[in-house]
């Protein structure tokens, strides 16, 4: 069985990234060097999932600031006042922290928060009668380094529909998002013609209560891009809470894979299984990536054996239920922490062991906890 991660920690395990940032905003760190810390920082966590054993290893999931505000700039979502900032790098800061240098004052774009994690994101901004242009530079940048060092990874993508949801004015000007999703047509070709194999597509807002022109738009972009010729397959990511009355829009989108969060709604995975098309892969969400504890192997285990008996061992994936963002990034890197307590706790490089173990136990009788108990003294 595969194991599958949504994405990693930008942060550092020392937190490199935030010293790198601040010491660029005061002066003290250059460009270059504070974009060799960024690639540093992306080989290091893509070879900390290639060593414990993670499938489908995510790239794009790294921001200098935030993969909100990445995606907007990605698909062209840029107001009018920024433009002049033609720097790409000192737009984006602009944008984010806003800007105040030779007479320019450009205040900041809002901040908040990223569904009901204590993460927080900047808002998009969409102009009256917005139009969109395709700058696929970070993507294929982070696809070229992965596979420079022997990785075949899958580019992780804000969904149309979510991305939309999270801008404002929240109602946006008629065919906005038909125009949104053709820039989305135009980079999935891009990524098909780079031999991408795997897209991850993620729409968190799938797992919202949705009225009826939300659940539209949902059946004509993901219509519209299940029904590419020339695209990677997709794996539709749904995460922080269970379907509900959306599982229809997903699991008949067209997509080749479908991500459910098993730790925040256990109870939606019949209801999956009962429905998902033939063929459809299921990726599992059983290991939690909002909080600090260790997975209870054995719940997860039961979970991800349930799943295999219903579609074999070669339509499920075991994942994370949401992105690692959100928990530290190693265990074994954190010092003056109470040695009782480090045996109840599991950082994003432990998570990513308990993904692995969890997969190699499979639809197998023996409890995952004793078979990971023995690899680990192994």
Known sequence: MLATCLGYPRIGAR?????????????????????ETGRELRRRHWAAMREAGIDHVPCNDFSFYDQ??????????????????EDPLARMFAMARGLQTGGTDLPALEMTKWFDTNYHYIVPELEADPSFRLDATKILGELAEARAV??????????????????????PAAGT????????E??????????????????????????????????????RLSFLKKRPRLLLA????????????????????????????????????????????????????????????DAAHARIRRAVRALGPERVWVAPASSLLHVPVDLEQESGLDPQLRTWLAFARQKLDEVRALADAGEQEAPASAAFASSRAA
Request: hydrophobic share 50%; net charge negative.
């Open 15 to 35: 937190r490199e990234l935030k010293r790198a940032l601040e010491g660029f905003w005061s002066g003290s760190v250059t460009r270059p060097q504070l974009e």
């Open 68 to 85: 909100v505000l990445d995606a907007a700039l990605a698909v062209g979502i840029v107001p009018a006042r920024y433009r002049a900032v």
């Open 150 to 171: 022997g990785l075949a990874v899958r580019p992780v993508l804000i969904g149309p529909v979510t991305l939309l949801r999270l801008c404002k004015p929240a109602t």
């Open 177 to 184: 998002l038909d125009r949104l999703v053709g820039v989305y």
């Open 186 to 223: 135009e980079l999935l070709a891009t990524l098909a013609a780079e031999g991408v194999a795997w897209v991850q597509l993620d729409e968190p807002a799938l797992a919202l209560d949705l009225d009826g022109a939300s659940r539209e738009a949902y059946r004509r972009a993901l219509g």
């Open 238 to 297: 749904a995460y922080f809470d269970g379907l509900d009355d959306n599982l229809d829009l997903a699991v008949h989108s067209g997509c080749e894979a479908i991500h459910v969060d098993l730790v925040r709604a256990p109870e939606q995975l019949e209801p999956v299984l009962a429905e998902l098309p033939p063929g459809t892969v299921l990726s599992a969400g059983v290991v939690d990536g909002r909080n600090v504890w260790r997975t209870d192997l």
